[in-house]
């Protein structure tokens, strides 16, 4: 079954300190993963995807298939950070997306 | 450009009563979506569609139906609500399946 796990609802962290949002996902095909961030009273846009491996806002994130992995990393959080993280999936020959429950990042001055 | 907009942005149904959201974009993109969020649910796929005058189920299509009559709106129906379809609706499109862009969503209360 094609799934993606976002396991923490909640993560908060200070200002300055590294994040790590986790994704992890089940597909038998060869994945398209997205992160997409919703800032408050903002649409959903996207950040960031794997196939073009930049960095955007600081944040990065590697796709690793052997851990079926796609965390997203920043080094020094800031509080404009604070905001809804969404991982995506990209089902292959469909052009459907699964998307996980969300992260809510806090970050604390 | 507009983008992505919603119509409306809120409503509240009575349980049994029906109503339509339209989507509409000015991107000339060939892929639109419905989803709905729920709190820790995240966003589930309604239902999508790949072209003008085609349409597909998602994860959650049941209760909802969909038109694609012209390719820049998707209309999303629903025949007669239930306290359960009380969400928030987000409509997408995409050009050949890459990034989304997304509505500011529709805020529905059915009571």
């Known amino acids: 079954a094609q799934r993606v796990t976002q396991p923490e609802k909640l993560l908060s962290v200070f200002k300055g300190a590294p994040v790590e949002l986790k994704c992890n996902y089940s597909?038998?095909?060869?994945?398209?993963l997205f992160w997409y961030v919703q800032y408050s009273r903002q649409r959903l846009q996207l950040l960031l995807r794997?196939?073009s491996r930049e960095s955007i806002k600081g944040f990065t994130a590697d796709l690793n298939k052997g851990e079926t992995s796609f965390h997203l990393k920043k080094p020094f959080a800031q509080e404009e950070d604070s905001a809804m993280y969404y991982c995506?999936?990209?089902?292959?020959?469909?052009?459907?997306?699964?998307f996980g429950t969300g992260t809510r990042l806090k970050v604390l001055a | 450009n507009a983008g992505v907009t919603q119509t409306p942005k809120f409503r509240v149904l009575k349980t049994g009563q029906s109503m339509t959201l339209l989507c509409a974009q000015d991107?000339?993109?060939?892929?639109m979506y419905w989803y709905r969020q729920d709190p820790g649910m995240g966003l589930r796929l309604i239902h999508y569609?790949?072209?003008?005058?085609?349409?597909a189920k998602g994860e959650v299509p049941d209760g909802y139906n969909v038109s694609r009559l012209k390719k820049q709106n998707f209309l999303l129906g629903l025949e007669s609500a239930a306290p359960s379809q009380t969400s928030v609706y987000f409509c997408?499109?995409?050009?050949?399946?890459?990034?989304?862009?997304f509505g500011p969503g529709t805020r529905l209360t059915v009571t």
């Open positions: 794997h196939i």
């Open positions: 597909y038998s095909g060869s994945p398209e």
């Open positions: 569609s790949v072209g003008e005058g085609t349409t």
């Open positions: 997408a499109s995409s050009y050949w399946g890459n990034e989304q862009y």
């Open positions: 995506a999936l990209g089902i292959g020959g469909t052009y459907k997306y699964i």
């Open positions: 991107m000339n993109h060939e892929y």
